[in-house]
């Protein structure tokens, strides 16, 4: 059942939380192949009866009350690990709740546990994860996508209603399409960064993952709005995103970006796609072609501002504070530092810190970092143009099918460009949702709608209208 179709059964008082979460976390026990998670939270059943006494003394505290919610593994849970899939924080439990899960916790939603991912969000499979790979709920032995690869895998294999995940280049829409479910990343500074583990500050963004486009706005409204603890919340306003689900997509201009179908999109995809782009026109959207220049750039800019942040950020995992420590006979500090990273850090943080050190070091600044924070202006002014001609853009969320495990893991650069689509949105701070549209052989495909900053209403009006009227069973 749908979050929506549960809450409602809740309020009839034809099944209880507890019910709920017992039947989650039995299925969960019973189909452990997939791997989504990496901690199942010992007090659900606590939270999902404390819900019910809740609900049956002061009624709902919110839409989203008694129901289970997985949480990507990144994004601070008070009293229940952390470990952002790492070696570094595999003990870690942290004292506060990242404020989206106030939030929801506020709301009297239950957390079910923790998802796995690539390592503190690096990646694009979720097999950069200490504790093992996640399998796609579609065909065991390809991957989820990544990073949030555990949040929809648990959703796509009926192990949460609903759940968290965070996007930084793709890493909520990406699995979402490999595992056939819903995944929205909102503009930045929509929902409260509060709490998440950082990888590239001016990137990252919670959304949330559902099996339809309601549910996924009903989690939306729980995360959003502004929160003082985070400097880069956007003070707007949280419009109500389900009341206009159902206004249609007639006189909406939809463009579709000529740079997106280009050489290096599988067929059977760009297909796909086209497919979905069709079903909005006969429900009377225009479908206009549209051209983003500078998108040729985006994974160059990306790969650059991504590392020089994160190189920054995880510089504080040195073994002193928090976190894991090396141990055994140690020289002096610097070897306790340099043990501590080079065994607490997998393969692909390494990389991805050596690099983002590398363009922010003396004689390099220049030459790489602030030319891709140049190129990223552009890439967002290209936006703002279409924007002008267009009310949302419809491109694909990846190249490629869902891969098998290992097939990619040792070629870095061809992991990079799984996220070819995806990246720019973050680098202009837009909104976007990857929404099911078929399958290949059996593997789920999805096509990603782009919106304005702040109109998630519409690109949701968009999403909720093609689900509706896909010819295709989804």
Not at 302 to 308: E, W
Not at 309 to 315: T, V
């Amino acid at each position: 059942m749908s979050a929506m179709e549960l809450a409602s059964l809740l309020r009839k008082g034809q099944v209880s939380s507890k019910e709920i979460a017992e039947s989650f976390l039995s299925h969960i026990e019973k189909n452990d192949r997939v791997k989504a998670y990496i901690t199942l939270a010992p007090q659900a059943l606590e939270w999902a009866e404390a819900a019910d006494r809740s609900l049956g003394k002061d009624g709902p505290s919110g839409p989203l009350h008694g129901i289970p919610v997985a949480v990507k593994d990144n994004i601070c849970t008070m009293g229940l690990p952390t470990t952002c899939a790492s070696r570094m924080l595999k003990n870690y439990v942290p004292p506060y709740d990242a404020t989206v899960i106030k939030r929801l916790k506020a709301q009297g939603a239950v957390i079910l546990g923790k998802t796995n991912m690539d390592e503190f969000a690096m990646g694009s499979s979720t097999e950069n994860s200490a504790f093992g790979p996640t399998h796609n709920p579609a065909r065991e032995g390809f991957v989820p996508g990544g990073s949030s690869g555990g949040s929809a895998a648990a959703v796509g294999a009926y192990q949460a209603p609903v759940a968290l995940g965070s996007d930084t280049g793709g890493s909520i829409r990406q699995p979402a399409s490999y595992c056939g479910v819903v995944g929205m990343k909102p503009t930045y500074g929509r929902v409260s960064r509060y709490g998440l583990v950082a990888y590239a500050s001016s990137l990252d963004q919670i959304g949330p993952m559902a099996r339809t486009v309601a549910d996924c706005a009903m989690l939306l409204q729980a995360i959003s709005g502004h929160d003082q603890m985070d400097s880069t919340s956007a003070p707007v306003d949280v419009p109500d995103f389900a009341a206009s689900l159902e206004d249609g997509v007639k006189g909406l201009r939809l463009g579709i970006p000529e740079e997106y179908f280009v050489l290096g999109l599988d067929d059977r995809i760009r297909e796909k796609v086209m497919g979905a782009a069709r079903v909005l026109q006969e429900q009377g959207a225009e479908l206009r072609e549209v051209s983003l220049p500078h998108t040729r750039y985006a994974i160059s800019a990306y790969y650059l501002i991504a590392t020089a942040e994160a190189s920054s950020n995880l510089a504080r995992y040195d073994g002193v504070k928090y976190g894991f420590r090396a141990q055994g006979p140690l020289a002096d500090t610097m070897e306790m530092y340099q043990k501590t990273r080079n065994n607490g850090f997998g393969r692909e943080v390494k990389r991805r810190i050596m690099l983002g050190t590398y363009v922010l070091s003396a004689g390099y600044y220049e030459a790489f970092y602030l030319k891709a924070l140049k190129t990223r202006t552009l890439i967002r002014q290209d936006f703002e143009k279409a924007f002008q001609r267009v009310d949302c853009l419809l491109t694909p969320v990846s190249p490629c099918l869902p891969f098998r495990i290992g097939e990619k893991i040792h070629d870095p650069l061809q992991m990079y460009l799984v996220d070819i689509y995806t990246v720019s949105v973050n680098l202009a701070g837009l909104p976007a949702i990857s929404v099911p549209c078929g399958r290949v052989d059996g593997l789920p495909v999805g096509f990603q709608i782009i919106g304005k900053a702040f109109d998630e209403e519409t690109i949701l009006r968009v999403a909720y209208c093609y689900e509706q009227h896909a010819a295709e069973g989804l």
